[in-house]
């Protein structure tokens, strides 16, 4: 025979799971995609203030690039001169000198300044794609950070709304007699702690919330419709084709290209002149015209070319030494990243089963306390253990997506 105390607390534990668990079930099943991880990039790319100058950047390697097929190693020079005794004796000398002066390449310095100045170009180029990289990792974790935060507001508003309901029900029976005074101090400590925890999330998720509108510039909204990222793999890839460490390989070549240009530039440019001289030394003499042809060459300083030099070489060997760094830690991270990404399967199938099992445990502690076997703590108890369980599994589901993405992150590959 039921008392009405176990029949009002079983109606109440009913309530509770009722309208948790099997809600939260209902808000994981998979929804139609209305965003992406390549539309969150897409939009951070559009916002991003180093992607959008990037292509200017780009043009002005190249016109360094055509400068360096000028023939000569800087523009010409246009050199003048007028001399006249008008305010002296004034005896009619006048003499005007008119021509130009051209630094010319030293040996090699052009084809070297030339190979320099494309490799450059291929550099910022690819300055471009690593920085796109950059970027896609930040915007993948943002995504699954952000949408973490939401799911625990979202856990933590149900949790409350369904704490609130059994302590005004419970209320009630405590006022018609129904259940002890301490029922009530049950449900109002529940009540206050669901709202201490939604307080808690929403504060989270604020945060958060700002740091993903600075960088994708998208609403928060849209992100419980968002499609974790395949796991495919392009064929034949491997961790060398990183671009990583295909800027790293290239900043090799331009700084032994640098080292090669500074060997031929022991001094400055030399220069030839070419000017026109229109000469009369008096009144009655004739104007007389004549060529001047005219070099400068500078002498160099040992000491300061040696300098620069070594300074080239020390740039080169740096480099070397940080693309040998690189290809360490990209073997590294790939191999750590894979075996988060399974791992992580193992952790989410883990939590689903572990779901499914605190689920049935509450239904037969349901069924226990029904025919009076089972107290109303322990059965409360099997409820919060089934409802930890069931955001466990949920919350298992977006660090999968998140290892996903950093899977494909080590790899190197964009959204």
């Known amino acids: 025979m039921y008392s009405p105390h176990r029949v009002v607390s079983t109606c109440l534990v009913i309530l509770l799971f009722n309208a948790s668990i099997p809600a939260f079930a209902q808000q994981s099943m998979p929804v139609e995609t209305e965003l992406t991880v390549q539309d969150a990039f897409e939009s951070a ?7 959008q100058s990037a292509l200017k950047r780009i043009e002005a390697f ?7 097929s000028a023939l000569t190693a800087q523009p010409l020079s246009l050199e003048g001169s007028y001399r006249s005794d008008r305010n002296y004796n004034n005896q009619g000398l006048r003499e005007i000198e008119l021509g130009v002066s051209a630094p010319i390449w030293n040996w090699n310095e052009r084809a070297r300044t030339q190979s320099l100045r494309d490799t450059e170009i291929e550099l910022v180029q690819l300055q471009l794609e690593q920085k796109k990289l950059e970027l896609a ?6 995504v699954w950070n952000t949408l973490g935060a939401n799911l625990d507001v979202e856990i933590a508003q149900a949790r409350l709304k369904t704490a609130k309901e059994l302590m005004v029900d419970v209320e009630k029976r405590v006022k018609a007699g129904d259940l002890a005074q301490t029922d009530f101090y049950q449900a109002s400590a529940l009540y206050e702690q669901s709202r201490a925890e939604l307080l808690r999330a929403q504060g989270i998720l604020g945060d958060v919330s700002a740091d993903y509108s600075a960088t994708i510039g998208l609403p928060v909204s849209i992100l419980s419709r968002i499609q974790t990222e395949s796991t495919d793999i392009p064929n034949g890839l491997k961790p060398l084709d990183h671009p990583a460490i295909k800027l790293a390989q290239l900043k090799v070549m331009a700084q032994q ?8 530039q022991a001094r400055a440019n030399p220069e030839v002149g070419l000017a ?3 000469d009369r030394g008096a009144f009655t003499s004739a104007s007389e015209k004549s ?3 005219s070099t400068r060459i500078p002498l160099g300083n040992s000491s300061e070319y040696q300098s620069r030099v070594l300074q080239a070489e020390s740039e080169s060997i740096a480099a070397q030494a940080a693309l040998t760094k690189t290809q360490r830690q990209i073997v590294v991270l790939g191999r750590v990243a894979e075996s ?3 791992m992580f399967a193992q952790l989410r199938a883990s939590a689903q089963e572990q779901a499914k099992l605190a689920a049935k445990t509450f239904e037969l502690y349901k069924k226990s306390f029904d025919l009076g076997e089972t107290d109303l703590p322990t059965l409360l108890l099997a409820e919060q253990k089934a409802f930890e369980a069931d955001k466990l599994a949920r919350k298992s589901a977006i660090e999968y997506a998140a290892k996903v993405s950093a899977y494909k992150q ?5 959204p």
């Not at 790319?45 to 992607?51: A, F, T």
């Not at 190249?62 to 360096?68: E, L, V």
Request: overall charge neutral; hydrophobic content about 50%; charged content about 20%.
């Open 45 to 51: 790319l559009s916002i991003d203030p180093e992607v």
């Open 62 to 68: 190249k016109a360094r690039r055509s400068a360096a």
């Open 137 to 142: 990792g930040l915007v993948r974790q943002t």
């Open 257 to 264: 290209q640098q080292s090669d240009l500074v060997q031929t």
């Open 276 to 278: 026109i001289i229109s």
């Open 291 to 293: 060529l001047v042809i």
């Open 340 to 342: 988060n990404l399974d």
């Open 410 to 414: 080590a790899l190197g590959l964009l």
